[in-house]
Structure formats: C-alpha cells, structure tokens
C-alpha cells in the first residue's frame, strides 16, 4: 500500500479529473469492483472500503474534499472527511 501512495503521490498532474479516474480505476481493479459501483450510492461494505481507500488516495493526491464528494457520486464533503479518517484509520491499525 506504501508504495501505491507513493505512486500516486508522486504523479500529481494539473489535469485533476483524469488523475481522479486513474485512481478509482485502480482502486476498482484491485478490488474486483467495477467504478460504477464506487460511484454508486450502494452502502454494501463490498463497495464502502474500496470507496473509502479511493477517497483516501484522492485527498492524499491534493484534491479537495467537494471534489472528490462530486466525483464519486455527489456525495458531501462531510462523507469524504469520514472516509479519509475512517480508511486512515484502518491503516494505522494495519487492517490494510
């Protein structure tokens, strides 16, 4: 995962929208989910932690907050706020 964010973290470009669906596109490979489904308004966890480790990678790549929301689905800035605590969270406890 250290190197993933290194990754991305390294490749930040200004064409933000396109650096957003690289991301989820991983994301979504890595977790046998399709990126519809991240952007879908399902709360099945099958789809939650993916959503929140893309989340994550997006606010750590720079993006803002609202954007992301729009993004993955117009969710609100408040949700991404959760999903990045909530995924770095799970980091720190080495669940991934």
Do not use: C
Request: proline share 2%.
């Amino acid at each position: 995962m250290k190197n993933l964010l290194s990754l991305w973290h390294g490749e930040i470009t200004v064409r933000h929208t396109r650096f957003m669906r690289d991301i989820l596109a991983e994301v979504a490979e890595r977790n046998d989910v399709t990126v519809s489904d991240l952007r879908g308004p399902s709360r099945r966890s099958r789809y939650v932690w993916p959503r929140f480790e893309a989340m994550y990678l997006m606010r750590e790549a720079g993006h803002s907050t609202t954007v992301i929301g729009q993004y993955l689905g117009n969710r609100d800035h408040a949700t991404v706020i959760n999903g990045y605590r909530r995924f770095a969270a799970w980091l720190a406890e080495g669940i991934f």
